[in-house]
């Protein structure tokens, strides 16, 4: 029995007919009756019957036929398998992440992956998570860096980056020579909050008992701009901690812990393992999962208060 001979039975017993088959094939009508005897030998079975207008599967032809779709569709996966071990990624890999995540996360990983596949061209698309999910699922998209948790359930999630939010003030406010703050403290100052996001959700579930007395002085779409603003002393806001890293080396601003709870922000790659991933989608997903996990900041997980 070979997967030759299996391919022939296969065509008959779609067609109905040894001359059909043969047609599709390019082979003679003899010869796929010769490959077919010949299993019928190796089984000790009959696989068709003959006797009227249309040749039928025997039962015992029924049982070949599921076993033998199986085993072309693993021969047809092997051989793509193996073609594809010594193919280098080339080509364009679409992955959506929104512009923080751009900045702050991803910048190593994509450095380490283009070191390893310097023939792939990264086209990013830069968006909110929901929207970039959007994209994952309409295939539009093959990966996508996303708040997590999902809602979404047909999604594979590798955990890339876990982080805690933070108070973050210039060197010279009060709030930077506190070592926590509350959030009746917090509301007290000038805030600088982002204009919708995850961020913007998790500081407004924060302040909801605080609502009446909150002052939003700014309302910004990028993390850039509020930094720069909580820089010149215009007022606080609520961040990832390490988004500030740089300014906070520098001297420019200081972060606070908040006073009586840890909130975290946790970012995972996601796609659908329902779907063709080409080359270099799989390269980068390998990648993600080996080198990804040394940009996490976070504490040990018995510390962890997660907000929804």
């Known amino acids: 029995m070979n997967y030759d001979q299996l391919a022939s039975f296969l065509e008959v017993a779609k067609l109905e007919s040894f001359s059909r088959a043969a047609e599709k094939v390019f082979r003679t009508q ?13 089984c000790g079975e009959k696989l068709f019957d003959r006797s009227g207008k249309k040749v039928q599967l025997t039962p015992a032809g029924e049982l070949l036929r599921q076993y033998a779709e199986k085993i072309l569709v693993l021969h047809k996966e092997a051989l793509q398998a193996i073609a594809e071990l010594n193919e280098t990624p080339r ?13 702050y996360v991803l910048p190593k990983t994509f450095a380490r992956f283009l070191q ?14 929901h929207k970039i999910l959007q994209k994952v699922q309409e295939g539009a998209i093959e990966l996508g860096v996303v708040t997590l948790p999902l809602s979404a359930n047909n999604m594979e999630i590798v955990p890339l980056f876990k982080d805690e939010v ?11 020579k506190k070592r926590s703050v509350s959030a009746e403290e917090l509301a007290q100052y000038p805030l600088i909050l982002p204009k919708t996001g995850h961020t913007r959700v998790v500081i407004d579930r924060l302040l909801r008992d605080h609502h009446d007395h909150i002052q939003v002085s700014m309302e910004l779409a990028s993390v ?12 606080v806001s609520v961040i990832s901690r390490s988004y500030a890293q740089q300014e906070v080396t520098a001297g420019e601003l ?19 393992p329902d779907r063709y991933l080409s080359l270099p989608a799989k390269a980068f997903i390998q990648v993600a999962r080996e080198f990804a996990p040394s940009t ?11 907000t929804r």
């Open 296 to 306: 996490n900041h976070a504490a040990p997980a018995a510390t962890i208060t997660k």
């Open 254 to 272: 200081k972060l606070v812990p908040l006073d009586g709870q840890k909130i975290y922000r946790e970012l995972g790659l996601v796609y659908r």
């Open 116 to 129: 390893l596949y310097p023939l792939v061209q990264i086209s990013i698309y830069r968006n909110f998570s």
């Open 91 to 103: 080509g364009k890999l679409f992955i959506g992440a929104n512009e923080a995540t751009c900045l």
């Open 166 to 176: 933070q108070v973050v003030a210039s060197r010279k406010h009060p709030l930077a």
């Open 224 to 235: 850039e701009t509020i930094k720069k603003f909580v820089g010149a002393g215009l007022g």
């Open 30 to 42: 003899p010869a796929i009756s010769a490959q077919v005897r010949l299993l019928e030998q190796e």
